[in-house]
C-alpha cells in the first residue's frame, strides 16, 4: 500500500513538473526564481546565526544575511540607502542578463558547429584518397578491400557520401569492416546527386571514385544521375579513377556516356551471367576469380620491364620466380593478355602479372627449374556435346542462354525448369533468339518442388546451375532494378526472398546428389553472401555472390585502371580466358617437378600457366586445393585428375 501511495505521489509531482515547464518562459523563470530564493534565504539565514563573528543585533543580522543572498545570486548584495541598494542590484540584473545572453550565444555557436559536424556537413580536406559515392550493403566489401589494399600505405583515406546519418554510417561500417589499419574512414552525409554535395568529399583531388547502386527500382537510374553530378562537379578530365555499376544491360550505355571517356562502368547482370557460363563449364573456377579478385591473396598488377626490352613475351614468362605472367601493357595504355611467345618487348611496355603485392614483381630468372623430361604433349581430345540444366529464372537468364550459345560445342542441349507457362517461356523474345550451337528445352515448374526435381534425372546433366527467382509468377514478372522482365520473371538483386528459394533448391539437390552417391556439378547464384554460409552445399561448391563479386571488381579497377581492360577479356567469350586444364596433359603426374615446367610446357601451346588446383584437397578450405601464382622453384607431385590454372585462348 505504502509503495502504490509513493509511485502515485511521484506520478502527480511529475504532472505538475510536466504542467509547470508547459507554462511558457516566463512562468518557468518566476518558478525557478522563488525556488532558489526558497533554498537561499534559509541557508543564508542559518549561517549567519551560526556563524560566531556575526552581529549581535537583529539588524546587522539582516543586513549579513542579505549579502550573504546577494553575494550567492551574484547580484552585489550592497549595503546603503534604499536607492543605492536599488541601483546596485540593477546594474547587477542587467551585467547577469547580458553575460548569460553571451554565454547563451556562444553555446548556441559552438552546439551548431558540433550538429554540423555530427551531421556530416563539412568538406574533406585531402587528396589521393579514395571516393565511395552511394550505401548499400556492397559498401562493406569495397571498404574491406580497400583497407586491405591500402595495408602497406601510410595515413590512406576512403570518404564515403550518402544520403544517411553520419554517425549510423560510421557504427554501420566499423561493426561490418574488422579494423582499418592505417586507413581512416571519412563519412559525409548528403545527396549525391547534387554538385554542390559532392564537393564535401573532394572529389577533384581523389585518385579514385566509386559509385554504388543502391537498392531499389531506381538504383541504375540514380547511378546515372550521380555520374552527371559529379561531371558537373569536376568539369574536365580529371585524374581520378571513376568507377560505377548497373544492373541492367539497357542501361549500360547510358551510364557510359554520363561516365565519360575515362570512366569505367560495369554491368552486374552481364559478368555476373558470363561467369555463371564460365564456372558451370569449368567447375572451381569461381574459386580461382575469388583468389584473384581479393586483395587478401594473389591479385593483377603490371611491373616495368627491368631489362627485358628487347625479349619476346615468351622469355618474360619465366623471368618473375614470384610472379605469373600474364600479358603486357602497351605504350599507349592498351593491354594485350597472352600474345604471342614470340612478341618482342619495347621499352614502354609494362608486365601484366599476377604477383603477392606490386612490391613482389622482382625478375628473377626461373628457366634453370624446368626439367625437359617431364614435359609430355597433351593427348587430343574430341569435345563432346554437353548436357545442361538451369533451374530457375530471372532477368539474367536470357543473357546466360547468350553466353552459353557461344562457349559449348555444337550440339549441346540446354534444359529451362523454371515457373511460369511454357508457351510464356517459349514465347518471350529472348528465349526465342536463334542459337546456332545450343538446343533449348523449356519446362514449367517450381525448382523448390522435391517432385519436380525428382523428375529430371539431376545427375545424368553435365553441369547443373541454379538462379535466382521470385515465388510466384507475379512476383518473377516484375522487375526489381530498372529493367523489366520478359514475362517469365526476373529475380531480385536486393531482397533474401530468391536466395530463400535457391537455397531449399539447393538443399533438395544434395538429398538427390547423395541418394545417387554421385557429386554433382553445381554453380548457383546469390544475392547475398551471408546466405552462401547457409547453403547445403559440399565444401568448395562454385557459388557466383553478385553483390560482394562486383564490389571485389569495382576495388580492383579503382586501384588501377588498366585492369578494367584485363577483366573485360578474361570475362567475354572472344580472346583469352581462364582455363582448369588436365595436369596430364603438361607433365608426366605421379613425380614431384618444379612449378616453372609447367610454365614452360603452357608455354610451347601458348597458354600462360598461373596456378594449379588439387582434387584431394578440392574439399578441404581455406583454399580448397586452389594455389594461384606458386614460387616457380615450389615442387609439387600432381596426381591424374589436377588440374592446371591457364590463360589460353577460347
Known amino acids: 500500500m505504502a509503495q502504490q501511495h509513493t509511485k502515485s505521489l511521484r506520478l502527480r509531482l511529475r504532472y505538475r513538473f510536466d504542467h ?256 555463371l557460363v564460365q564456372t558451370a563449364r569449368q567447375p572451381g573456377l569461381s574459386l580461382v576469380y575469388q583468389e584473384l579478385l581479393d586483395f587478401a591473396g594473389d591479385e593483377f598488377y603490371t611491373a616495368a620491364a627491368r631489362g627485358l626490352a628487347g625479349r619476346t613475351f615468351g622469355e618474360a614468362l619465366l623471368a618473375f620466380t614470384t610472379s605469373s605472367v600474364v600479358g603486357l601493357l602497351r605504350g599507349d595504355g592498351s593491354v594485350v593478355l597472352n600474345p604471342d611467345p614470340g612478341t618482342a618487348i619495347t621499352a614502354g611496355d609494362r608486365i601484366v602479372l599476377i604477383s603477392e603485392d606490386d612490391d613482389t614483381a622482382v625478375p628473377l630468372d626461373a628457366a634453370v627449374w624446368v626439367e625437359e623430361d617431364a614435359i609430355v604433349t597433351a593427348r587430343p581430345r574430341t569435345p563432346l556435346p554437353e548436357r545442361l540444366l538451369l533451374l530457375g529464372w530471372n532477368r539474367r537468364a536470357p543473357l546466360v542462354l547468350e553466353q552459353l550459345d557461344q562457349f559449348v560445342s555444337p550440339g549441346a542441349t540446354l534444359d529451362v525448369v523454371a515457373l511460369g507457362g511454357e508457351t510464356t517461356l517459349h514465347t518471350s523474345p529472348e528465349a526465342a533468339a536463334v542459337r546456332s550451337r545450343l538446343e533449348v528445352s523449356f519446362h514449367s515448374g517450381d525448382i523448390t518442388d522435391p517432385l519436380v526435381l525428382a523428375k529430371l534425372d539431376v545427375p545424368s546433366y553435365d553441369s547443373v546451375i541454379v538462379i535466382g527467382e521470385a515465388a510466384t509468377g507475379t512476383e518473377a514478372g516484375t522487375a526489381t532494378g530498372t529493367g523489366t522482365g520478359t514475362g517469365t520473371g526476373t529475380g531480385t538483386d536486393d531482397g533474401t526472398g530468391t536466395d530463400d528459394r535457391t537455397l531449399v533448391t539447393l538443399l533438395h539437390l544434395r538429398a538427390i546428389g547423395e541418394a545417387a552417391q554421385r557429386e554433382l556439378s553445381l554453380t548457383t547464384e546469390m544475392s547475398d553472401d551471408g546466405n552462401r554460409l547457409l547453403a547445403p552445399a559440399r565444401e568448395g561448391a562454385d557459388f557466383i555472390v553478385s553483390g560482394r563479386l562486383i564490389s571485389l571488381l569495382m576495388t580492383q579497377i579503382s586501384e588501377s585502371r588498366h585492369l578494367a581492360d584485363v577483366f573485360e577479356e578474361l570475362f567475354r567469350a572472344e580472346g583469352n580466358e581462364l582455363y582448369l586444364k588436365p595436369v596430364s596433359d603438361y607433365v608426366r603426374t605421379g613425380r614431384e617437378v618444379a612449378f616453372a615446367t609447367l610454365v614452360e610446357s603452357a608455354r610451347r601451346r601458348g597458354e600462360c600457366a598461373v596456378g594449379y588446383r588439387l582434387r584431394a584437397r578440392a574439399a578441404t578450405g581455406p583454399d580448397f586445393g586452389v594455389r594461384l601464382n606458386p614460387d616457380k622453384r615450389e615442387r609439387i607431385r600432381f596426381g591424374e585428375h589436377d588440374w592446371l590454372i591457364v590463360l589460353a585462348e577460347s
Open 20 to 275: 509547470l515547464v508547459a507554462g511558457g518562459t516566463a512562468a518557468l523563470i518566476g518558478w525557478l526564481a522563488l525556488a532558489c530564493l526558497a533554498v537561499v534565504i534559509p541557508a543564508s539565514t542559518v549561517l549567519v546565526w551560526a556563524d560566531r563573528g556575526a552581529p549581535t543585533t537583529l539588524s546587522g543580522r539582516l543586513t549579513a544575511v542579505w549579502v550573504s543572498v546577494g553575494q550567492t545570486l551574484k547580484i552585489g548584495g550592497a549595503v546603503g540607502s534604499p536607492v543605492y541598494v536599488l541601483a546596485s542590484v540593477t546594474l547587477a540584473l542587467v551585467a547577469l542578463l547580458f553575460v548569460s545572453t553571451l554565454v547563451s550565444l556562444i553555446t548556441t555557436g559552438i552546439n551548431e558547429r558540433i550538429m554540423a559536424l555530427r551531421r556530416g556537413h563539412s568538406t574533406v580536406l585531402e587528396s589521393g584518397h579514395t571516393v565511395v559515392l552511394g550505401w548499400s550493403d556492397q559498401i562493406f566489401p569495397v571498404i574491406g578491400e580497400l583497407v586491405a589494399a591500402n595495408a602497406n600505405r601510410r595515413r590512406s583515406v576512403v570518404a564515403v557520401l550518402a544520403p544517411r546519418d553520419k554517425v549510423e554510417m560510421e557504427d554501420e561500417i566499423s561493426t561490418s569492416v574488422a579494423g582499418t589499419g592505417p586507413t581512416r574512414i571519412i563519412c559525409r552525409s548528403g545527396r549525391t546527386t547534387d554538385p554542390t554535395v559532392l564537393a564535401r568529399v573532394s572529389p577533384q583531388t581523389a585518385k579514385a571514385v566509386l559509385v554504388l547502386p543502391p537498392a531499389g527500382e531506381t538504383g541504375d537510374a540514380h547511378v546515372v544521375k550521380t555520374l552527371l553530378a559529379l561531371d558537373a562537379a569536376v568539369p574536365g578530365p580529371g585524374d581520378a579513377v571513376v568507377v560505377a555499376a548497373v544492373r541492367d544491360t539497357r542501361n549500360h550505355l547510358t551510364a557510359r556516356l554520363a561516365a565519360g571517356p575515362g570512366g569505367h562502368v560495369l554491368c552486374v547482370d552481364d559478368i555476373i551471367a558470363r561467369l
